[in-house]
């Protein structure tokens, strides 16, 4: 590979951290590119200007983008990334990609115009690209509202000589999440009828922004190798999984890293206090202060964390079985999540019925989650299939164990501690049930109980474990470069 060759590199995502976040793909596109750039590469993100991207930003841009049969107004503007990295301070753009009508509203999904909405999107980040003259060698794409881009690209750009050698990544965050809508789709990307076959955009009577990634971009990924492997099975192919298998050649893992300047416990301003594997007796500390603010009676008992969407993937029925048996083990039990009502409801039932084990927020709360990694002694994410995850790695950072079920990137991650040899990071079951879920929880806590010292160990050996994006970032560079070759047909590793 050319090593000293500066990539251009456009990361195209629905949210970005700190700006707006849902998940986990937020972490992703706010982390890769810092760690793309400590490598050396021109990189820079887009991603749409939703009312809660607060703040003035620059102005940069503005032009017309034909919807139906109407101009729409795009207006570009620019914010950073701002980061440190060996004493430097850097900046990475956010191009932020505005219109009124479709993005200045209170949420970031789940409107009646969803697919209009990111084919505007899709088409506004290729529109500005001669605008701001920036020509990446690779669009890098991420779930299904940048899967337009990849389409578009290949059948009505790529005439025009600025777009002809720009490759593009497609990587699949979650492909429970498809963006699979109506006909009239085709009309919003401004596409004609003939995309409307298995071959091309349709995917069982709907347009796919989902295929039109997978089906269109020169590579693809996911986000773990166990999860690359799983969606070629009908168990977790979302239906998808013939054309994976048909595409498995250009299909790869690359699990995610976080950001270890922003998750790091040794100054993170959000715990209550700070402490890293040399003094890891002042997680107590935190722990304390999380029982208080949670409402929980001060302990020593081992604290539980789960901080999720409360949404069916995670788990959480398994969780809501196995409740009362769980609540009859020494432990207490601090969930922080936001999801589906029907979960919602059954917390706050829990937290009625359990006030002195259980303490439950329910809402989105970055500084609460950092406050709940670092205060708890186990994580839990006994997920029914998790792409990646960034729960478990967040924990380890913070010398929290994690207690998962071992599925896509939590396989990949956790090893089941053994307490013989002293190996594994974590606890962890494979059969997706609540005597697994019950036994794991039990290993944990009976050696919480019995081991302090060992536990002490462990918590050391997870804090000391590197999930940066050190190494996971050179291997999107071997990618990026994989798609150029495709793309262009010229040897470029
Ligand atoms: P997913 O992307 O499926 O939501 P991940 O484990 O990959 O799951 O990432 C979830 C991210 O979102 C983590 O950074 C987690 O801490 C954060 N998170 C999830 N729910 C909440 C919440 N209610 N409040 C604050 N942060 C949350």
Redo the contacts with the bound molecule.
């Keep these: 590979m050319p090593e000293n060759k500066k990539l251009k590199i456009l990361i195209v995502s629905a949210e970005v951290a700190p700006f707006a ?1 849902t ?3 937020a ?1 992703v596109a706010g982390s890769l590119p810092q760690a793309l750039f400590a490598k050396g590469h021109d990189v820079r993100v887009a991603m749409p200007r939703y009312r809660k991207v607060a703040g003035q930003h620059e102005y940069v841009a503005d032009f017309s983008i034909l919807m139906d049969s109407r101009k729409e107004t795009c207006i570009i503007r620019k914010s950073n990334i701002s980061f440190t990295e060996k004493g430097n301070d850097n900046k990475i753009p956010v191009y932020l990609i505005d219109n009124y009508q479709y993005f200045d509203r209170e949420h970031l999904y789940c409107y009646f115009d969803e697919a209009e909405r990111f084919a505007f999107f899709d088409k506004a980040v290729l529109e500005m690209l001669p605008i701001i003259d920036f020509k990446p060698d690779v669009i890098h794409c991420n779930d299904w509202q940048s899967g337009g881009i990849c389409l578009l690209l290949k059948e009505k750009y790529k005439q025009n000589p600025f777009y002809s050698n720009i490759s593009t990544v497609y990587t699949v ?2 492909l429970q999440y498809q963006g699979n809508y109506s006909e009239d789709t085709l009309k919003h990307l401004g596409l004609d009828k003939s995309y409307f076959t298995p071959e091309k955009a349709e995917f069982y009577g709907t347009v796919s922004f989902t295929k039109a990634g997978l089906n269109y971009a020169d590579i693809i990924n996911s986000v773990s190798e166990t999860y690359a492997k799983e969606i070629q099975t009908e168990e977790y192919g979302e239906r998808f999984e013939g054309l994976l298998k048909q595409r498995s050649k250009d299909l790869y893992g690359i699990v995610n890293g976080i950001s270890y300047e922003e998750f790091n416990p040794a100054a993170d301003p959000r715990i209550y206090k700070n402490y890293d594997a040399d003094s890891v007796n002042d997680k107590k500390e935190n722990k304390y202060r999380l029982q208080k603010e949670m409402g929980l009676p001060r302990s020593d008992l081992p604290v539980m964390g789960l ?3 409360l949404v069916g993937q995670k788990g959480l029925d398994l969780m809501c079985e196995a409740f009362d048996q769980i609540m009859k083990y020494d432990l207490q039990f601090v969930l ?3 999801g589906d009502e029907y979960f919602e409801n059954l917390f706050k039932d829990i937290r009625k019925k359990y006030p002195k084990k259980v303490g439950v927020f329910l ?4 500084d609460l ?1 950092q406050k709940i990694y670092a205060g708890c002694d186990m994580f839990l994410m006994p997920s029914r299939f998790e792409p ?4 478990q790695l ?1 924990s380890l950072r913070y010398g929290t164990i994690p207690i998962v079920r071992a599925t896509g990137g939590l396989a990949d991650t956790i090893k089941d501690f053994n307490p013989k040899t002293g190996e594994g990071n974590g606890f962890s079951f494979k059969e997706y049930s609540p005597k697994e879920l019950l036994k794991t929880i039990n290993r944990a806590v009976e050696y919480y109980r019995k081991e302090p010292e060992g536990w002490k160990e462990l918590v050391k050996r997870a804090m000391q474990e590197d999930y940066s994006w050190e190494h996971s970032a050179g291997e999107y560079i071997k990618l990026y470069y994989r798609a150029m070759e495709k793309n262009t047909g010229r040897k470029e590793l």
Excluded: E, M, Q
């Design positions: 976040k998940g986990g793909l972490d965050h979650n901080i999720s969407r922080l999540g936001t809402g989105f709360n970055a989650a990646c995850g960034l729960g967040i």
